[in-house]
């Protein structure tokens, strides 16, 4: 599972820290965080989640300085392997994209993974 993840993540960008940011975890999500933790051999994982009514997000957003994706697939094996997901690559990650996740970032409650 977790190479299948790499492979997909690798496929279109190089990323060294990956930044989880959820709702307040339930099982489901629990369950995904716990498969997301077994990269921390490959790359930095954080994750947080944010409560109340800060901010609503349902877009997926994966990116570093260099490149981003932005689609609706979950870092999920059914999302990235058999879904029909959509989503954009952008060769060169927006400084209002990285700002506005680093914004949403700072109201996260951290995550223990």
């Given at each position: 599972?977790?190479?299948?993840?790499?492979?997909?993540?690798?496929?279109?960008?190089?990323?060294?820290?990956?930044?989880?940011?959820?709702?307040?975890?339930?099982?489901?999500?629990?369950?995904?965080?716990?498969?997301?933790?077994?990269?921390?051999?490959?790359?930095?994982?954080?994750?947080?989640?944010?409560?109340?009514?800060?901010?609503?997000?349902?877009?997926?957003?994966?990116?570093?300085?260099?490149?981003?994706?932005?689609?609706?697939?979950?870092?999920?094996?059914?999302?990235?392997?058999?879904?029909?997901?959509?989503?954009?690559?952008l060769?060169?990650?927006?400084?209002?994209?990285?700002?506005?996740t680093?914004?949403?970032?700072?109201?996260?409650?951290?995550?223990?993974?």
């Amino acid at each position: 599972m977790v190479n299948g993840i790499l492979q997909g993540i690798n496929k279109y960008t190089e990323i060294t820290t990956l930044r989880i940011i959820t709702k307040r975890p339930d099982q489901k999500t629990r369950n995904a965080l716990k498969t997301l933790a077994k990269l921390k051999n490959y790359i930095e994982v954080e994750a947080g989640y944010i409560t109340g009514q800060q901010v609503s997000l349902h877009a997926k957003t994966y990116h570093s300085e260099k490149t981003a994706i932005i689609t609706s697939a979950n870092l999920l094996r059914q999302s990235l392997w058999k879904n029909f997901e959509l989503g954009i690559h952008l060769h060169q990650t927006p400084p209002t994209l990285q700002q506005t996740t680093e914004e949403i970032w700072q109201h996260t409650q951290s995550y223990r993974l």
